[in-house]
C-alpha cells in the first residue's frame, strides 16, 4: 500500500503526517485490500471563513476508487470528519462485496433449497 499525504497552502508537520497515519490505521483494520491511499490537506479561500481548512482523500481498491472530502475550521477536525466518512464508506464498500460473492441458488445444496 503506497501512502501519499500532500498539503495545499499547508505546511504539513510531522505531527500532523503522525495524526493521519494513526487514523488510516482504522480504515486498514476493517479492509486491507488497499493499493493507495492520496491524502491533500488545504486552506481555502479566506472568504469562506466558517470552513477553511481542508481535507480529501482518494483511496484506491481492485475496481474501485473512494473520493471523500471534508472542510472544518480546524485542520484535526478535518481529519477526524474525513476518517469517519471514509470508514463508512469502506465498510459499505466492504459489505457490498461480501453480500455479492453469495453462491449461486441453483448450486446450493437441496436442502437449503427446501427451507427457503
Do not use: W
Not at 499547508?10 to 497515519?21: F, G, S
Not at 488510516?24 to 488545504?42: E, N, Q, S
Request: hydrophobic content about 40%; some cysteine; glycine content about 2%.
Amino acid at each position: 500500500m503506497n501512502l501519499i499525504i500532500s498539503g495545499h497552502h499547508l505546511d504539513l508537520t510531522p505531527a500532523i503526517r503522525e495524526y493521519v497515519e494513526t487514523k488510516l490505521d482504522r480504515i486498514i483494520r476493517h479492509f486491507d485490500h488497499v493499493i493507495d491511499i492520496a491524502v491533500i490537506l488545504g486552506v481555502e479561500k479566506p472568504s469562506e471563513k466558517d470552513k477553511r481548512q481542508r481535507a480529501e482523500v482518494n483511496l484506491r481498491l481492485r475496481g474501485n476508487v473512494i473520493h471523500v472530502e471534508s472542510f472544518a475550521q480546524d485542520v484535526y477536525a478535518a481529519i477526524d470528519t474525513l476518517m469517519d466518512k471514509l470508514d463508512r464508506q469502506v465498510l459499505k464498500y466492504k459489505t457490498k462485496l461480501q453480500d455479492h460473492q453469495c453462491e449461486a441458488i441453483k448450486r446450493m445444496p437441496a436442502e437449503a433449497q427446501a427451507a427457503e
